[in-house]
């Protein structure tokens, strides 16, 4: 059943990048709004991903839809890159996990830096938008 792996992948992914949204929220004050645009473009796309994975593997009834979304250059293909692009956003992942190169300056610096950073994450985020779009429609037709 390849397609639960690569749900789990793309929830994995997500799982990472909603800690770093919720991380660099709550250490930054005011935090840029795309990050809670991010937060909740993402989670959705988990919560679809892990109903997915229930389908699947109750009954089958997502397989055929998702195997379509899963080929080679798909869409399944395009959600990972997006979500490992939004993760390559944030300075490093140390920071969330409490280890001592979580400073001021680091949190300082990631903040000046994000506007350089803005239009590409709102880039990754249409994209994301549509291509969940695609999924919920893709699956919602399997089950009619």
């Known amino acids: 059943m390849a397609e ?5 992948a793309i929830v994995q992914l997500a799982d990472r990048v ?3 949204c919720m991380y660099w929220i709550e250490a930054v004050r005011d935090a840029p709004a795309d990050l809670r645009s991010i937060l909740l473009e993402t989670s959705m796309l988990q919560t679809i991903f892990k109903h997915i994975e229930f389908l699947i593997a109750c009954d089958n009834t997502a397989s055929a ?3 379509d979304l899963a ?4 869409t399944l293909e395009h959600c990972h890159r997006i979500l490992t692009s939004l993760i390559d956003l944030f300075p490093d992942g ?3 996990t ?9 949190v300082m610096t ?4 994000w506007p350089f950073k803005e239009s590409k994450a709102r880039k990754l985020l249409e994209e994301l938008g ?6 919920t429609l893709a699956l919602t037709a399997a089950s009619a």
């Open 4 to 8: 639960v792996g690569t749900a789990i």
């Open 18 to 20: 909603i800690g770093l």
């Open 65 to 67: 839809a998702f195997n």
């Open 71 to 74: 080929k080679p250059d798909g």
């Open 94 to 96: 140390d920071m969330c």
């Open 98 to 106: 409490g280890h001592a190169s979580s400073s001021k300056f680091t």
């Open 110 to 113: 990631a903040r000046l830096a």
């Open 130 to 135: 549509r291509y969940k779009t695609a999924i």
